[in-house]
Nanobody, 109 residues
């Protein structure tokens, strides 16, 4: 049975930083993704990291967000810097076919 547990998130002022993490158990995850869903909007893909560390980002977060992984810990991170109010959303990690429970990120102006 695969479980993915998210942590991090919270309330931060615009320009601030937060770090999210997800840890998987029951299966080693080769490809990790982060998604987010703002109120009234569809879930949006944010970033991906492959097994060798190759990364991809949606244009709106490039330079500001960094996805990384710790293969030994089966964990993925999302470092979010220079946060903007429009980054406010529930953030979800996805390890292959498995989703985390989501964590709220709120950025105040």
């Amino acid at each position: 049975q695969v479980q993915i547990v998210e942590s991090g998130g919270g309330l931060v002022q615009a320009g601030g930083s937060l770090r999210l993490s997800c840890t998987a158990s029951g299966r080693w995850i080769s490809v990790w993704d982060w998604y987010r869903q703002a109120p009234g909007k569809q879930r949006e893909w944010v970033a991906q990291v492959g097994p060798s560390g190759a990364t991809h980002y949606v244009d709106s977060v490039k330079v500001r967000f960094t996805i990384s992984r710790d293969n030994a810990e089966n964990t993925v991170y999302l470092q979010m810097d220079s946060l903007r109010p429009e980054d406010t959303a529930v953030y979800y990690c996805k390890g292959e076919a498995y989703w985390g429970q989501g964590t709220q990120v709120t950025v105040s102006s």
